[in-house]
């Protein structure tokens, strides 16, 4: 079994920042990309950035130069380092990972708890 558990997120001031971690624990031979995604109230939840395991960011355009996406590869955790947040970033964010558990197996999408992201103007 494959744990990730997201912390980080806050209520933040228009213009601030906010840094998430996504850890991952349990049965893991490798971890391929890891996602980070946000669902705002009534919306669908969306693709914010992805990492690939050399560590090649992808980001959505809303977020491209405020947000980074990074991660360690030794710790099994990834990061979204968020500047400049605007009221629109607000919703929950969640952690994705493509992960093999065993040498053996396929690899599998694990999901988060999600963590809330609200910024103010």
């Known amino acids: 079994q494959v744990q990730l558990v997201e912390s980080g997120g806050g209520l933040v001031q228009a213009g601030g920042s906010l840094r998430l971690s996504c850890a991952a624990s349990?049965?893991?031979?490798?971890?391929?990309?890891m996602d980070w995604y946000r669902q705002a109230p009534g919306k669908q939840r969306e693709l914010v950035a992805t990492?690939?395991?050399?560590?090649?960011?992808v980001y959505a355009d809303s977020v491209k130069g405020r947000f980074t996406i990074s991660r360690d590869n030794a710790k099994k955790t990834a990061y979204l380092q968020m500047n400049g947040l605007k009221p629109e970033d607000t919703g929950v964010y969640y952690c994705n990972a493509n992960v093999r558990p065993t040498v053996a197996a396929v690899s599998f999408s694990y999901w988060g708890q999600g963590t809330q992201v609200t910024v103010s103007s």
């Open positions: 990492i690939t395991s050399g560590g090649t960011p």
């Open positions: 349990g049965t893991i031979f490798v971890i391929n990309h």
